[in-house]
């Protein structure tokens, strides 16, 4: 059965990694999919292709979600391009780790930028729209570390408890219009970025985890796929995590 027949949807980062798992599996369940990228315009092509034989419409956007004005105009250029957006995915998200002793001011800025303030440009951006239509889903991608905090993450992990008390805000704020809010909070998991983390290290990890091995960008993306569709239609302001059970 497919979830989200002839529904569209925006996906922040959606290049690679999880954000590109988001795309594949909402394009297997008949979506839409609208994504942007910073700037790997070559894999954002190539996934366009790639999503579009799947029968459905496909399109990459090069645009800064941390920057207010593109994230109005990327959502205007989607409308335009696509006729209606139903689910929003804020998933761009970057890392500069340091231990705060080292962390410079401009680091701790760029991360909240990009993994927070995206996420405040996004929504307020599309907020219009699901208001006039009386629907919408919002995903918010946050991070285990957001709800447990880590060292040498400060800046990562403030961001991506931002984006818990920010999710929480505007299901109550919006949720008498039938918006729904909700995030995830991904666990470790394994992206062509964590390949080239040292094997050792990765075992310790998948060793230290209840279901003994690194989640999938499906597994996040199933998560996501559950939020969007209407079989979540009771629910939200919710944070769920997709950790193997690491915060159990
Ligand atoms: P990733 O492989 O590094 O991909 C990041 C994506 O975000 C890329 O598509 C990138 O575009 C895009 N991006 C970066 N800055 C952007 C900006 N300013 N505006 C628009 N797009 C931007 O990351 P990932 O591992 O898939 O992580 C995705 C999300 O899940 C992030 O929010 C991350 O914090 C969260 N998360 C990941 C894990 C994990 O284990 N991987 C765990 C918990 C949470 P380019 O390709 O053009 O650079």
């Known amino acids: 059965m497919k979830l989200l027949n002839g529904k569209t949807a925006i996906i922040t980062g959606g290049s690679r990694g999880i954000g590109k798992g988001i795309a594949e599996v909402f394009a297997a369940h008949g979506a839409n999919v609208a994504f942007t990228y910073s700037s790997s315009v070559a894999s954002a092509q190539e996934l366009e292709k790639h999503l579009e034989t799947l029968g459905i419409k496909a399109k990459g956007y090069q645009s800064n979600a941390a920057n207010f004005d593109e994230a109005q105009k990327l ?53 219009k729209t699901f208001l006039k239509q009386r629907s919408g889903s919002i995903i918010n991608m946050s991070s285990v570390v957001g709800v447990k905090g880590n060292a040498g993450q400060a800046n990562y992990a403030a961001s991506k408890a931002g984006v818990i008390g920010f999710t929480k805000s505007v299901a109550l704020e919006l949720g008498s219009r039938n918006i729904r809010c ?60 997709v950790d193997g059970g690491m915060l159990t």
């Not at 696509?82 to 002793?101: E, H, P, Q």
């Not at 209840?210 to 569709?229: H, I, M, Q, W, Y």
Request: charged share 20%; proline share 2%; hydrophobic share 45%.
């Open 75 to 127: 959502v205007d250029d989607v409308l335009t391009d696509f006729g209606s957006v139903d689910i929003l995915i804020n998933n761009a998200g970057i890392t500069k780790d340091n231990l705060l002793m080292r962390m410079s001011e401009a680091d701790f800025d760029k991360v909240i930028d990009v993994n927070l303030k995206s996420v405040f440009n996004m929504t307020k951006a599309i907020q």
């Open 182 to 241: 909700n995030a995830i909070a991904p666990g470790f998991i394994e992206t062509e970025m964590t390949a080239n983390l040292n094997e050792d290290t990765v075992a310790g990890w998948r060793q230290s985890i209840p279901l003994k091995r690194g989640g999938t960008t499906e597994d996040v993306a199933n998560a996501c796929l559950f939020f969007a569709s209407d079989m979540s239609a009771y629910v939200t302001g919710q944070v769920m995590n």
